[in-house]
């Protein structure tokens, strides 16, 4: 299976700060790249696809970039609806897997 | 709209079976794959396997074969899943999760709810 190393595992950020979220898999996965959001108790929520396409929906402070192994989201400033834990998933190859997640908190 | 209605919470004991649904609206449920995920506190989302709308063509995570069994009524556009034998490991929540595409690339763009399954006797 690939294997998604996400990082970091936890990060506090201040209100209107920019941060970022790397996923690195353990081959090249060709954009197959998916990000989501999880806030306490409820289903995760797709912000990105294909790496870099941003769900319907989604605010436009999120982004997603990257190629080969390497992916990052970015929240180009931080808002207090934006802590959560976040995930990379890939579907390149079965079975799709996930990172271990990131959880985002407000400092 | 888009939607995935999960069953309730379920407690069940060591050895048991559970049957979990997953009923959709809002979409042509025969065209699209349906997918069952697990996740435990402190540990990675699994990919259990999916299942086709249109034919109940399925494939399966090879972790979770001889544990959950996928099926679909398309009468009521609704999904389900079996797991059998059930122990402590298979406490969890279980989310079921549409597929969708965008070209060679694919993803989870709907979730429902997700539902707890507690195994204890």
């Known amino acids: 299976d690939i294997q998604m190393t996400q990082s970091p595992a936890s990060l506090s950020a201040s209100l209107g700060e920019t941060v970022s979220i790397e996923c690195l898999a353990s081959?090249?996965?060709?954009?197959?790249l998916a990000w989501y959001q999880q806030k306490s108790g409820k289903s995760p929520q797709l912000l990105i696809y294909a790496a870099s396409r941003l769900q319907d929906g989604v605010p436009s402070r999120f982004s997603g970039s990257g190629s080969g192994t390497r992916y990052s989201l970015k929240i180009s400033g931080m808002q207090p609806e934006d802590e959560a834990d976040y995930f990379c998933q890939q579907s390149y190859k079965y079975p799709p897997t996930f990172g271990s997640g990131t959880k985002l908190e407000i400092k | 709209e888009v939607q995935l209605q999960q069953s309730g919470a379920e407690l069940v004991k060591p050895g048991a079976s559970v049957k979990l649904s997953c009923k959709t609206s809002?979409?042509?449920?025969?065209?699209?794959?349906m997918s069952w995920l697990k996740q435990m506190p402190g540990q990675n989302i699994e990919w259990i396997g999916n299942i086709y709308g249109g034919n109940g063509g399925t494939g399966y995570n090879q972790k979770f074969k001889g544990k959950a069994t996928l099926t679909v009524d398309k009468s009521s556009s609704t999904a389900y899943m079996d797991l059998s034998s059930l122990t402590s490991e298979d406490s969890a929540v279980y989310f079921c999760a549409r597929k969708g595409y965008y070209g060679y690339n694919s993803y989870f763009d709907y979730w429902g709810q997700g539902v707890m399954v507690t195994v204890s006797s």
């Open positions: 809002g979409y042509t449920f025969s065209n699209y794959y």
């Open positions: 081959e090249g996965i060709s954009n197959d």
